[in-house]
């Protein structure tokens, strides 16, 4: 009985040629990707009523992104090219300028601006978080990136954010946290976005408080993230709370008290989605 014969290993002429039709049929879908944005403009009008931010939406598309990942290709990369491909598309929608505050360091910042947003959203430096929050205010939609920790000599920026009519926070980045990230640093970002485009998952407030001491931050540490700046006499702090969803503002304030802090105010000052956490290339928990 004959044997059958195997089929020809592919030449590298054949896998190269793979290759360039691979690369067609992305470039393909890319600009049909941007004919369907052409159709959105036009449905809602977004070049008229300012930001096209949807923060929920692109923490929900990051998280899926993640979720579906495998092979050779690091994560970085392709979390990098959707991230660009999200901030150009939306820049098509209704153009906007990344606004950035570079007191944490100006190459950190840069990196998490050019990782998240790319090369085509013009990059707006600013020394200190007042001037990006100055700016976005005075705009139709930019957005501003501040640092989501304390920074020395920066002061209780949020408390810009108390106002109703004020910018808040609409995000948190990197949206795919793990420790080699190359745009690793935390930070903050702040628009005007859709009411209902936001993420409620984790709520920001400002809080200024009376009796600040160590046994305070001790005892709110294990309930939510804070930041922290004096504030006034009175061993007074202005705090940057966020909560996430398993707690409560009550929670915290409850905490407060307790620990022998008292509470002058709050204000909400945003929100953003669940930091989603993991360690290589798959998921493993959503960190607060």
């Known amino acids: 009985m004959a044997m059958s014969k195997l089929p020809p290993s ?24 941007g004919a369907i944005i052409d159709r959105l403009i036009s449905v809602k009008r977004t070049q008229d009523s300012g930001s096209a931010f949807r ?39 209704a153009p ?35 001037g990006v929050i100055a700016a976005i205010a005075a705009s139709k939609g930019d957005l501003g990136l501040v640092p989501a920790m304390a920074v020395a000599g920066a002061g209780a920026w949020w408390t810009a954010l108390e106002d109703a009519n004020a910018p808040k926070i609409i995000a948190r980045l990197p949206f795919v946290e793990r420790p080699d990230h190359p745009a690793s640093l ?41 930041v922290a700046v004096p504030d006034g006499a009175f061993d007074g702090a ?15 304030l409850d905490a407060l008290v307790k620990s022998g802090a008292s509470v002058r105010s709050t204000a909400l000052v945003g929100s953003h989605a669940t930091r989603y956490t993991v360690e290589s290339a798959r998921p493993v928990t959503a960190a607060r």
């Not at 290759?19 to 990707?33: F, K, N, Q, S, V």
């Not at 050019?114 to 007042?130: C, D, L, N, Y």
């Not at 709520?203 to 540490?221: F, K, L, N």
């Open 10 to 33: 592919p030449t590298l002429e054949d896998l190269r040629a793979e290759i360039d039709r691979i690369d067609a049929a992305m470039h393909g879908l890319l600009i049909e990707r």
């Open 55 to 93: 923060p929920a939406r692109e923490a929900a598309m990051m998280r899926r992104l993640v979720e579906r990942h495998h092979g050779i290709l690091p994560l970085d990369t392709v979390e990098s090219i959707w991230r660009v491909i999200i901030a150009t598309f939306t820049h098509v929608q």
């Open 96 to 130: 906007y300028s990344v606004h950035a505050d570079l007191t944490a360091g100006e190459p950190a910042m840069r990196d998490s601006a050019r990782f998240h947003f790319g090369f085509t959203v013009p990059f707006i430096p600013h020394m200190g978080a007042e």
């Open 186 to 226: 935390p930070v903050f970002a702040i628009s005007r976005p859709a009411a209902d485009a936001i993420s409620k998952e984790v709520e920001v407030h400002s809080v200024r408080v009376s009796g600040w001491s160590a046994a305070a931050s001790r005892a709110i540490s294990p309930l939510a993230e804070a």
């Open 238 to 252: 202005a705090l940057l709370i966020s909560v996430p969803q398993d707690r409560t503002l009550a929670d915290i």
